[in-house]
């Protein structure tokens, strides 16, 4: 139904309704959401911070409701430092959906506002980090996993 990401592949939990509407549960929300593409890129990505990257799961959200310039926006996932700080920032897209830099622009404006060290745009297929140095964001070659994130939140 959806196309392979370049994601870990995982047993993604689904249920078809009645009338034929597929739904996909979100770990984090704890309830169950229409699939569309960019949850299946969401909750695939949300799978590798948790079993690849030691995200806790006590220390992510999806959905993340911010208030900017005046308008109410919503970060896709936002991930904590233990004493609730936000540390990262997921910016999701369906894949086929190019990762421009309006993208970039988008994620960089909500964390104007949030302060979180990383930044993160995937859209299953291409997926770019990028770490927040005072000033400017560097591009990472890598994700980092969730322990070497925490090291580097006090060296801004």
């Known amino acids: 139904m959806y196309s392979a990401l370049k994601l870990p592949p995982f047993d993604i939990p689904l249920r078809r309704l009645p009338d034929g509407t597929v739904q996909v549960h979100d770990p984090l929300r704890d309830k169950w959401l229409v699939l569309t593409p960019e949850e299946w890129v969401r909750q695939h990505f949300v799978n590798y911070l948790l079993a690849t990257l030691g995200f806790p799961k006590a220390f992510l959200a ?23 700080r936000p540390l990262l920032i997921v910016e999701y897209k369906r894949a086929g959906v190019a990762v421009s830099h309006k993208v970039f ?17 995937s859209n299953g297929l291409h997926h770019y980090c990028c770490r927040f140095d005072g000033p400017s964001y560097t591009f990472l070659s890598a994700i980092p996993g969730y322990e070497d ?6 060296d801004v």
């Open 62 to 84: 999806n959905e993340v409701s911010l208030r900017l310039n005046g308008t109410s926006r919503r970060c896709d996932t936002v991930a904590f430092t233990r004493d609730l």
């Open 105 to 121: 622009d988008q994620i960089a404006r909500y964390n104007s506002v949030l302060g979180a060290r990383y930044l993160i745009v």
């Open 149 to 154: 994130m925490l090291k580097t939140v006090n």
